[in-house]
């Protein structure tokens, strides 16, 4: 007789006893990512949201005010000075560092010796932003500063008195300078990569057809570069919402308050002023727009690709 006709069960396969765990293996590969995103983001995110629509000011138990943090932002001269200083960091940052970046890639196509020069380029964007409004802070300091030194050396006696950090908008367009210096190194080697990568054949085919200069670059260059151009200028964008390091470096805000962005109103309201209530509200504002504002880019980014 078999083994089976003797009453005995014929045992499973052994990749039927093991297909429990082998279901359960990729969601144990993704457990810790899991956790670390609600723990880190998702929780703080939900935390924060909650904060502010609260009196909270880290001393007493919070107490529920619904709108008010938010009405109290939208009449207050501050929210909107910062609100508009914020939007001309965002326009800057996009505008100065892309572009300038996107015309040294260009122009270090076909330089000999561009190795140096990228390099040279690139060393700015390893500093932190704090070590790099101190340096500049230096270079703009009205008494001894470098540049008031160099107008005064080149004639230009009533500029070298100028007090850069210390009137607005000046100060402003001072830290915009040094936002630019330190963050046209990224946005160069994103530009590079671009230009390395691009397919040759209709690069030679516009040279055939005479395509040249401005009008190369116009017409065949900038439509292949159009995906590279649109992360630089997203990740500029977002970094223009929420800049802070450099310009609590160089100005802390000041004078009076006059070069704060929001990021910079969110910190002072909350670890300074323990307006916490508020300091939440503000990032919440700030995250809706960085949000409605990638929203939108991208989709009209994508709506120009879909057409071409």
């Given amino acids: 007789m078999t083994v089976t006709q003797q009453g005995r069960t014929p045992a499973r396969p052994t990749s ?14 993704v457990l810790p990512a899991v956790f670390f995103v609600v723990v880190f983001l998702l ?8 904060q502010s629509f609260t009196d909270a000011d880290g001393l007493r138990t919070p107490n529920f005010v619904g709108l008010r943090n938010y009405a109290e932002l939208f009449t207050s001269s501050n929210f ?3 609100l508009r200083n914020t939007v001309i960091w965002v326009v800057a940052s996009v505008v100065l560092p ?4 996107f015309a040294l890639a260009l122009a270090l196509e076909r330089v000999v010796g561009g190795n140096f020069f990228r390099t040279a380029l690139y060393l700015p964007s390893t500093l932190a932003a704090a070590a790099a409004g101190v340096l500049f802070s230096f270079i703009f300091d009205p008494t001894s500063g ?21 009137r607005s908008p000046l100060n402003t367009m001072a830290m915009i300078a040094t936002y630019t210096w330190q963050s046209v190194g990224a946005n160069l080697m994103i530009f590079l990569i671009g230009l390395q990568s691009l397919p040759r054949e209709p690069l030679e085919a516009a040279k055939i057809d005479g395509a ?12 292949l570069m159009t995906p590279y151009v649109t992360i630089a200028a997203l990740m ?9 390091d450099l310009i609590w470096v160089m100005t802390q805000g000041g004078p009076a308050r006059s070069s704060e962005t929001l990021a910079v109103t969110m910190y002072r309201e909350g670890f300074i002023l323990f307006h916490q209530g508020v300091s939440a509200a503000i990032a919440v504002v700030i995250s809706l727009i960085a949000l409605a504002f990638s929203y939108f880019y991208l989709r009209n980014v994508m709506d120009k690709e879909s057409h071409v």
Avoid: H, Q
């Fill in 146 to 166: 470098v540049l008031n030194a160099a107008l005064g050396a080149l004639g230009f006696d009533s500029l070298s008195r100028t007090e850069w950090l210390f």
């Fill in 236 to 244: 500029a964008a977002v970094n223009g919402f929420k800049v802070f």
């Fill in 98 to 101: 892309v572009s300038l970046a």
């Fill in 16 to 29: 039927a006893r093991r297909r429990p765990a082998s279901t359960l293996a990729p969601y144990l590969f």
């Fill in 80 to 82: 909107t000075l910062s």
């Fill in 43 to 50: 929780a703080p995110m939900l935390y924060t949201f909650w």
């Fill in 212 to 223: 040249s200069g401005l009008k190369f670059t116009r017409l065949i260059t900038l439509p």
